[in-house]
């Protein structure tokens, strides 16, 4: 590989040439962490021109992260290279977007050195390894006033060996305060209470000060014990700092089980029939921003397009009646079981007396949830069995429509839904008789799903996804007021993940045994971390 601006200049090391090496601190580490770069050998010594080694690391995916281009003008570098292994961060706060992280597993560094645009020594490459994502950390409130308290504490605790945090909430200009807090030995847990300042010092001793900014800020940290290498980098956390309290908004959540809060074990509705939670997103959601109704949650498991509108269903009482025109803010997921994705998952699911190996390849499985995902963009008509009885499924923006008919000064984000299972093949087992010759096991000993299975699943959640947003994109594009929420922060936290967020396979204690409806959804954690911050960086 020759990093960018370089050309292949030197000529190849022959089989009995020793060739160049360079030495790093630490051959794995986690995102954040500083690994320090040693020369071993010079660059080739040479007086006449300026020349520089380029650095940079190549992640298990094949992304190339920069990490220096460093003097070495007569060939020795000019000391040690400092390599902050990659992690993902906020890259905007307005609005709230992030750049990617790497990978995880073994990549590599590489090192040139380079005078004048032309390659004159390569270095072999030495392999490092990313040993985990970068971490996920949680605030609260995400609203303040100055002279307020937020918590900012950890969601992913820090690995072992970490006894400390350091952090700060930062505005990436004259707004900052720092923190630090003390890691549980035990479980890697912790909690930092962090006041926002009033004002800030004058620039020099004793003058005046100025009031400690307003507006968007982000929360960060880092674990620490001791050495540089052991760095653990979290991902930052968007708030807001205010002058005044925040408004009452009213605020109405519509939707199927990934609002209601399906999977949290925790309900509150007297039927239990929609397992509604105040564990789910819009209550995380209600209790950020102080939204007035603390939510009027409407959302109802299993509701299907048809529910969203429909009056006369005892199930729902129609869940646009919660609507009216004082309504500022609506928030909704539908579409998952209108395209089926139930059906989808008992498929796909290897079990006792039912062969789900190879459910990617059901011809009518591929068929069936193609027709509905067609049906849900408004381009062919379709229909839904729910309890036998076939229900007519909506296009999505003719729903999202009728809410700006009833509410039309609200703003409406449209959520979409996670992808199940785990990208990386770490987490499953080899099992040369599974699709893709790995499967993880969703109820051991009972029930596996492959490898092939589970990433097919996950791109008909990514098709249904694209649906969604397209219907977004089309009404926004006609002056709406809404936005689209994709619950990224899954990524390392689904099923066969080391740290899942959602609940795989539950089975009753019956014989045989049947699945509960909180499997394959959001726990607590995913609802009130992944869910809210995915629908409090659409409002922001």
Same mark, same amino acid.
Request: net charge negative; hydrophobic share 35%; proline share 9%.
């Given at each position: ?67 220096? #281009? ?30 990617? !992280?790497?990978? #995880? ?63 700060? #909430? ?54 620490? !014990? ?209 699709? !893709? ?104």
């Amino acid at each position: 590989m020759v990093l960018a601006g370089l050309v292949a200049a030197a000529p190849a090391a022959s089989a009995l040439d020793e060739v160049p090496r360079f030495s790093l601190s630490a051959s794995s580490a986690w995102p954040g962490a500083v690994i320090t770069i040693g020369q071993v050998d010079p660059c080739p010594a040479d007086d006449r021109d300026e020349q520089f080694v380029h650095l940079s690391f190549v992640d298990a995916d094949g992304a190339v992260f920069p990490i220096a #281009i460093h003097p070495a003008y007569a060939g020795p570098w000019s000391g040690p290279v400092r390599f902050t292994v990659p992690r993902r961060f906020i890259s905007g706060l307005d609005p709230v977007t992030y750049s990617p !992280g790497p990978a #995880i597993g073994a990549g590599t560094v590489k090192a040139q050195c380079g005078r004048r645009g032309q390659v004159t020594q390569e270095y072999a490459s030495e392999v490092f390894t990313v040993e985990g994502p970068t971490l996920n950390l949680r605030v609260s409130p995400k609203v303040v006033g100055l002279g307020d308290t937020v918590q900012v504490g950890s969601v992913d605790p820090c690995p072992p060996g970490r006894d400390f945090v350091t952090g700060a #909430i930062t505005n990436g200009g004259g707004g900052q305060v720092g923190f630090t807090a003390a890691v549980d030995p035990v479980t890697g847990t912790w909690t930092a209470d962090v006041v926002i300042p009033r004002s800030v010092p004058g620039p020099m001793p004793g003058s005046p000060g100025a009031e400690f900014p307003l507006g968007r800020y982000q929360a960060f940290g880092s674990c620490g !014990g001791g050495a540089p290498e052991s760095g653990a980098a979290y991902v930052g956390q968007r708030l807001e700092v205010k002058r005044v309290a925040t408004t009452p908004v009213p605020y109405v959540a519509l939707g199927d089980s990934y609002s209601s809060g399906e999977g949290t074990f925790d309900y509150t509705d007297p039927s239990g029939s929609c397992h509604r939670s105040t564990r789910s997103y819009p209550y995380a959601l209600a209790d950020e921003y102080e939204l007035l109704g603390t939510p009027n949650l409407a959302a109802c498991s299993g509701a299907v397009t048809d529910d969203i509108g429909d009056p006369g269903d005892p199930h729902t009482s129609g869940q646009f009646r919660q609507l009216s025109l004082d309504t500022r803010l609506v928030t909704i997921t539908i579409g998952g079981n209108d395209a089926h994705f139930a059906r989808v998952m008992d498929r796909c699911v290897q079990r006792p007396g039912h062969d789900g190996y190879g459910c990617a390849q059901d011809e009518a499985l591929r068929s069936l949830v193609a027709g509905q995902l067609s049906a849900l963009a408004g381009t062919t008509a379709g229909t839904v069995e729910v309890g036998g009885v076939p229900r007519p499924v909506h296009a999505l923006d003719d729903l999202y429509r009728e809410v700006f008919d009833r509410s039309p000064e609200a703003k409406l984000v449209v959520g979409g839904y996670p992808r199940l299972f785990a990208d990386d093949p770490a987490g499953y087992a080899e099992d040369e008789a599974a699709p !893709g010759g790995r499967t993880c096991a969703v109820a051991p000993p009972l029930a596996y799903v492959s490898y092939s299975d589970a990433q097919w699943i996950n791109e008909r959640a990514d098709e249904l996804n694209r649906v969604i947003e397209d219907r977004v994109d089309a009404l926004r594009a006609e002056g709406k007021d809404i936005a689209f929420a994709l619950p990224t922060m899954f990524q390392g936290h689904r099923v066969c993940d080391a740290w899942p967020w959602i609940n795989s396979l539950h089975l009753d204690g019956e014989l045989p045994p049947n699945p509960l409806p909180e499997s394959f959804h959001p726990d607590a954690t995913g609802y009130e971390i992944a869910y809210a911050q995915a629908f409090e960086d659409a409002l922001s």
